[in-house]
């Protein structure tokens, strides 16, 4: 008997699969449930094209393009609700064979406005749909830019996928729309539908490889009697007034393809990957915000010293890795074009030495927070300690990856919503692109001067929607060899001037490092 974690006929209709959602992946649709959304993914991407486009046109060949995705990929175009006279917090996903136009009709649409893919973000996270509604899990936007070309949307239901299961489907989706253009396509109507039913991603617990026996390790060491837990340092909470019906905070700060380079090479000297560099960033801006904004809040002042010169570690509550390696190819969709759908990822904490961070926080004659990013200070103090930290909980197996599963989705029915509530940072890379193999064909080096590819991806972006959170959330991806780092947060939490000094901290930190290198010149802006 099959399980309710993969995908089985629903009531004898053959047309009709159905599963549960489970672990992680029930987690994240919790979370989008009961705190506001939080989570929801937003890509962006501005497409211009070598010859014009009318806007039936392009809707046309996206929406062809997008049947075509779906034939390869069909977890996409699953639609979630709420399973009835079940534990609280509970939903299945839903694939309807016969609904294929229909789903393309309801999911591609147009919009007049003409805004800034910035503009866009808020915009698309505002509409935002839970679990419980009973919608498809991925929707496609279109509208003309600014300037030339067109804005491509895309609002996706991050219990669906991470980001690198959404990823694949998007580059997918542009290969197919060249395709459709250049008119080399198979009709969609024409695919033998039914055969897309193998490729239905199950539960991702159902599809890691384990050991027979998997059991759980054996519990660490207890520590010694008397020994108290670390202290930690964490951002006083000041809640701003007036602050309903603001937009989001965003900052995005983009290096230039000098500066990335110039970034990666100083990076590479110093033994330090890049993502451990830009966390260790993140931590010292946190603690250099806080101790600025105590000097301008009496209330706070002593409270945040007295923790910056006494707390043992900085805690970063969420750090995500990848998990994918860990599914078994007997499933036909870890090998497919799209690739597996699901929240395929682990989440762990990292604690941080506050002496390494004190290490690089000094202050100038009036008190000022002055950080430092010379060797002894950053490089040979956080910066490899966080490096050692990533790599250290990166190291699981896939036995360790099924009991989390299966110990995640235990508690996901007493879910609290203040559970979202985490000071501090969260951090999230969307990876090298190109080193993922995605979007490589359409880089505007590459399709510009080829006569085979009628369109360019110029510029992507990437967020999650943040709305009621406390912490910043730093987003991280290089596309067309410019490293973006965006920043995210609430205006309950974060006000305006508090704002400003997290980013400005983080674009000096920048530029600092990119000044080792001989020869650079920093443009990073927010």
């Not at 033998?192 to 490729?199: A, L, M, N, S």
């Not at 090998?335 to 597996?340: D, P």
Request: charged residues 20%; contains cysteine.
């Amino acid at each position: 008997m099959a399980s309710d974690l993969e995908f089985t006929p629903q009531n004898g209709a053959k047309s009709v699969y159905a599963r549960r959602l489970h672990g992680s992946e029930r987690m994240t649709a919790a979370i989008a449930e009961h705190a506001d959304g939080f989570g929801h993914i937003y890509v962006g991407i501005h497409v211009t094209f070598k010859e014009d486009i009318s806007q039936t046109a392009l809707v046309a060949a996206v929406k062809e393009a997008w049947m075509q995705t779906r034939f390869l990929t069909p977890w996409m175009a699953t639609r979630t609700s709420k399973i009835e006279n079940a534990e609280a917090n509970s939903w299945s996903l839903t694939y309807d064979a016969c609904l294929k136009p229909a789903w393309a009709e309801e999911t591609v649409m147009w919009r007049n406005e003409v805004l800034s893919l910035v503009e866009w973000e808020e915009k698309i996270e505002d509409a935002y749909w839970k679990p419980s509604a009973g919608r498809f899990g991925v929707e496609v936007t279109l509208a003309r830019a600014p300037s030339t070309g067109y804005h491509f949307l895309l609002s996706i239901a991050h219990w669906l996928a991470d980001g690198r299961g959404i990823l694949p489907i998007i580059d997918l989706l542009f290969v197919n729309l060249k395709a459709v253009l250049c008119g080399r396509a198979q009709p969609s109507n024409s695919l033998p539908w039914g055969k897309e039913i193998e490729r239905l991603s199950p539960a991702v617990i159902s599809a890691i490889e384990t050991s027979p026996n998997v059991a759980n390790p054996p519990p660490p060491p207890a520590a010694p009697e008397g020994t108290s837990a670390p202290t930690q340092f964490l951002r006083p909470l000041i809640e701003s007034t007036q602050w309903e019906g603001l937009p989001s905070k965003q900052a995005e700060i983009m290096l230039s393809q000098a500066e990335t380079s110039a970034f990666h090479a100083v990076c590479k000297k110093h033994g330090t990957h890049v993502t451990a560099v830009l966390n260790s960033i993140h931590i010292i801006a946190d603690v250099e915000t806080a101790l600025r904004v105590a000097a301008n809040t009496s209330s706070k002042s002593s409270e945040v010293y007295e923790a910056f010169h006494k707390s043992d570690v900085y805690p970063v509550f969420t750090n995500v890795a990848d998990r994918r390696p860990y599914l078994s190819s007997r499933w036909p969709s870890v090998n497919a074009a799209g690739g597996f759908g699901s929240v395929v990822n682990d989440n762990f904490v990292t604690f941080h030495s506050m002496d390494l961070v004190r290490r690089c926080i000094r202050f100038d004659k009036d008190g000022s927070p002055l950080p430092s990013f010379s060797k002894p200070d950053f490089w040979e103090g956080i910066a490899s300690e966080t490096q050692a930290l990533m790599k250290q909980n990166m190291k699981t197996t896939s036995d360790i990856f099924f009991l989390t599963q299966n110990g995640i989705d235990a508690v996901v029915p007493q879910f609290d919503p203040s559970a979202v509530a985490i000071p501090g940072i969260m951090c999230s890379s969307v990876g090298h692109l190109a080193s993922l193999k995605l979007f490589n064909d359409f880089l505007p080096a590459v399709a510009g001067p080829d006569p085979g590819t009628p369109f360019v991806l110029e510029d992507m972006s990437f967020a999650v929607r943040a709305t009621g959170v406390t912490a910043v959330v730093a987003m991280m991806w290089e596309y067309n060899g410019r490293l973006a780092i965006h920043l995210q947060g609430s205006p309950r939490w974060h006000s305006p001037e508090a704002w400003k000094m997290f980013g400005d901290s983080v674009k000096r930190a920048i530029k600092e490092i990119i000044s080792e290198h001989e020869g650079s010149r920093v443009e990073a802006r927010l």
